[in-house]
């Protein structure tokens, strides 16, 4: 079974600094996708980004990153010049061909 | 504005109350799901639809009853439900339900209160 762990529950950063949020994973499957998804207070839960297992790149969009590391199933998260938009729980998520498997989340606080 | 939208986004009813949760996707997608968010708890899918079939029913109380009339529209019947049904229930859709690749768009949830 696939399984998503994020260790971090709660993670602060003060404005304009960069923050690292952690995710590991296990899965013997080899075709699968990686996801960082957003909730904030309105609970939408929002895609930031997502990563092709097959792709050794790191995926990127704007201020977020990704730092993939497939053998040691880790899928880490940057979030760099932080705002105070980006104050939310945020999720990991592992997605087969069958199942979207997420994370506890790490609510992230952003400090004036 | 959301592709997926949830209503009601707020309800509350009682045990033996009987009411439905309604879901519309405005992407052209094909697979439509419903999860469940409970407090302390990671989200659980509930139910797959891939072209308005059931695929997955991920072992989900029968006081839960799950409509896809087409692969727009996805309805959730609640029926006795109990005060542990209390939760948020989002509903999602993507492209297809059988490809890793099909990213998954949520709607905004809707939050249910049985007392």
């Known amino acids: 079974a696939q399984t998503v762990t994020q260790s971090q529950p709660e993670m602060s950063v003060q404005e304009a600094e960069t923050v690292t949020l952690s995710c590991t994973y296990d899965t013997s499957e080899s075709d699968y996708y990686l996801f960082w998804y957003k909730q904030p207070p309105s609970r939408q839960m929002i895609l930031v980004i997502r990563?092709?297992?097959?792709?050794?790149q790191n995926a990127t969009e704007n201020r977020f990153s990704v730092n993939f590391q497939k053998a040691a199933k880790s899928f880490s998260l940057k979030i760099s010049d932080s705002q105070l938009g980006d104050a939310a729980m945020y999720f990991c998520?592992?997605?087969?061909?069958?199942?979207?498997?997420f994370g506890q989340g790490t609510r992230l606080t952003i400090n004036p | 504005e959301t592709g997926v939208t949830q209503t009601p986004r707020h309800l509350v009813m009682g045990m033996t109350n009987k009411k439905s949760l309604k879901c519309e996707q405005h992407l052209g997608h094909n697979a439509m799901y419903w999860y469940k968010q409970s407090a302390k708890k990671p989200l659980e899918l509930m139910f797959v639809?891939?072209?308005?079939?059931?695929?997955e029913n991920n072992s989900v109380p029968s006081r839960f009853s799950p409509e896809c009339p087409n692969s727009s529209h996805l309805f959730l019947h609640l029926h006795t439900l109990q005060p542990e049904d209390s939760a948020l229930y989002l509903c999602?859709?993507?492209?297809?339900?059988?490809?890793?690749?099909?990213?998954?768009?949520f709607g905004e949830g809707s939050w249910l209160t049985v007392v």
């Open positions: 990563q092709e297992a097959y792709k050794q």
């Open positions: 639809y891939n072209f308005k079939e059931q695929t």
């Open positions: 999602a859709s993507s492209q297809g339900a059988g490809r890793a690749g099909n990213t998954i768009y």
């Open positions: 998520a592992w997605r087969g061909a069958q199942k979207l498997v």
